[in-house]
């Protein structure tokens, strides 16, 4: 005779209370770690507000008036005339932060905006956060009259229209040429006024003007000189 096979007990199921208690707990655990989460949440929130604070005050401590900034001047302008007009100019705010590791680049790209300013040599500063700026100021060489402006102007060496502010009494003279009226700080947009510059700091001259052949450079004794151009 086969042996009859004997089956599993049936699998009992938990008592109603039993179950109950088993959802319970878990809505218990998912309210804690909810909290949890809000909590952490605030916490950084917390963290981070306390130290865009203190990056904001760090800021503060170490901003520095750019009217403040130690600079020699161009002549003919006052300090705070000439620091107004690179905040102008350079779009410099009107303090900068002396620990910014791009002031240097800041500072050099807005004075160097300035008409007057021919190269910014050196940003520097101190430990009691004194902000110094070396510069090389352009020097006017000669006299021209552009066009619709009833005064002369002066150019620097390498023909770059100085502010009206630059004197022009003793500068060589540029005659039969009226360049056009630029802006100050930009270069001619014809290369004549870039080359009567540089032929007047290379020779005495009292007036300069362009000839069909070349230049004609008259010295301030009366001796005339001819220089064929290429």
Known sequence: MSKKKTLPPPVKKPPAATRGSGVAVAVVLKTLLAVALVALMIGGLGYLGTRS???????????????????????????????????????????????????????????????????????TVSPEMVIQVGLVFRKPVLRVTLQGEPGPRA???????????????????????????????????????????????????????RTKDGWRLTAPDGKVRAIVSN
């Open 53 to 123: 604070a203190d990056r904001l005050a760090r800021r503060e401590r170490y901003a520095v008036p750019v009217a403040d900034i130690q600079v020699e001047v161009p002549p003919f302008l006052d300090k705070s005339t000439f620091l107004l007009e690179v905040r102008y100019l350079g779009e410099l705010p009107e303090k900068v932060v002396s620990i910014s590791p791009k002031l240097d680049e800041r500072l050099r790209a807005a004075f160097g905006r300035h008409p007057w300013v021919a190269d910014v040599t050196a940003v």
């Open 155 to 209: 150019v620097d060496a390498t023909g770059i229209l100085l502010p009206a502010s630059a004197k022009t009494d003793g500068l060589p003279v540029l005659e039969n040429i009226q360049p056009p009226a630029i802006l100050a700080g930009q270069p001619f947009p014809t290369p004549d006024v870039k080359q009567a510059a540089e032929l007047v700091g290379t020779y005495p001259t009292a007036t300069i003007e």
